[in-house]
Nanobody, 118 residues
Framework: QVRLVESGGGLVQPGGSLRLSCAIS????????MGWYRQVLGQQRELVAT???????NYADSVKGRFTISRDGAENTVDLQMNSLKPEDTAVYYC????????????WGQGTQVTVSS
């Protein structure tokens, strides 16, 4: 089993920065990617950024150049540094761990609210 706990959300003014952190516990076996997704009430959850076990990163076009995903060497945390925040970045942000063995399974954290408003 894998447990993901997010932290770091909050209220920030447009143009400001926030850093989200996802703490991971449990077995890492088969987990080949981790990432951040976000969801606005009434809309589908969307990809923000992912990082593979090999360190390859992928970003949504809307956040390229502003957000950076990273992980610590022991892979105990995955962070999302968010700069130049815009009101349209307002959402609940979820941490994800993607496991592929003979099954495919996605683990999710409980989510953390990010609000960008003046």
């Amino acid at each position: 089993q894998v447990r993901l706990v997010e932290s770091g959300g909050g209220l920030v003014q447009p143009g400001g920065s926030l850093r989200l952190s996802c703490a991971i516990s449990g077995s890492r076996f088969g987990i080949n990617a981790m990432g951040w997704y976000r969801q606005v009430l009434g809309q589908q959850r969307e990809l923000v950024a992912t990082i593979t076990s090999g360190g390859r990163t992928n970003y949504a076009d809307s956040v390229k150049g502003r957000f950076t995903i990273s992980r610590d060497g022991a892979e105990n945390t995955v962070d999302l540094q968010m700069n130049s925040l815009k009101p349209e970045d307002t959402a609940v942000y979820y941490c994800n761990a993607h496991r592929e063995t003979i099954w495919v399974y996605d683990y999710w954290g409980q989510g953390t609210q990010v609000t960008v408003s003046s």
